[in-house]
T-cell receptor
Framework: EAGVAQSPRYKIIEKRQSVAFWCNPI?????LYWYQQILGQGPKLLIQ????????DSQLPKDRFSAERLKGVDSTLKIQPAKLEDSAVYLC????????????FGPGTRLTVL | KQEVTQIPAALSVPEGENLVLNCSFT??????LQWFRQDPGKGLTSLLL?????REQTSGRLNASLDKSSGRSTLYIAASQPGDSATYLC?????????????FGSGTRLSIRP
């Protein structure tokens, strides 16, 4: 079974630039999550999708972050414009969606904002 | 507001020792608790999931316990090996719905010395 795929693996940009991350969840998984993990901290949930609908985006900085999951499969997370404090690893995870079940994580995208 | 704490932040032990990692949470109204492993530069791998009605779960050399009333969970690793070196994170999940809240601790960085 293929795992959660993310790209790119690494990205370096300057502040005020834009960046986008892509995630392909495990086939058949209805729920998709985006997390931000700052060095030395645990992951923080940014947004959770159930199929193509948003069920929780309470911690997403909506003035600069946006995410979509068209057709309920792949998802993109965008930052525009980026700030220095956005430097982090962005993790995508998916689950079957049957309640609070096990999440499967991708390898993450390491973003450095200079 | 739920807070999840993991102490110590880092731990180094010689190979072969048994060890315990600790996780505490402030709100006992959780649905389940998960322990994850994170290797450098990689995503998270789920190790054990304990439902709120359970007291413990076991997988191989790993045993996780849950005491909701005291807000504590422990991960016991028997006969530690160098390959166990990684960061271990616990996460509490609140609710049973597509909008379940998941909150991570900051992790314990474990190093097993050969």
């Amino acid at each position: 079974e293929a795992g959660v795929a993310q790209s790119p693996r690494y990205k370096i940009i300057e502040k005020r630039q834009s960046v986008a991350f892509w995630c392909n969840p495990i086939s058949g998984h209805a729920t998709l999550y985006w997390y931000q993990q700052i060095l030395g901290q645990g992951p923080k949930l940014l947004i959770q999708f159930q199929n193509n609908g948003v069920v929780d985006d309470s911690q997403l900085p909506k003035d600069r972050f946006s995410a979509e999951r068209l057709k309920g499969v792949d998802s993109t997370l965008k930052i525009q414009p980026a700030k220095l404090e956005d430097s982090a690893v962005y993790l995508c995870a998916s689950s079957l969606g049957r309640g609070a079940d096990t999440q499967y994580f991708g390898p993450g995208t390491r973003l450095t904002v200079l | 507001k739920q807070e999840v704490t993991q102490i110590p932040a880092a731990l180094s032990v010689p190979e072969g020792e048994n060890l315990v990692l600790n996780c505490s949470f402030t709100d006992s109204a959780i649905y389940n608790l998960q322990w994850f492993r994170q290797d450098p530069g990689k995503g998270l791998t789920s190790l054990l999931l304990i439902q709120s009605s359970q007291r413990e779960q076991t997988s191989g050399r790993l045993n996780a316990s849950l005491d909701k009333s005291s807000g504590r969970s422990t991960l016991y690793i028997a006969a530690s090996q160098p390959g166990d070196s990684a960061t271990y994170l616990c996460a509490v999940i609140r609710g049973y719905s597509s909008a379940s809240k998941i909150i991570f601790g900051s992790g314990t960085r474990l190093s097993i010395r050969p």
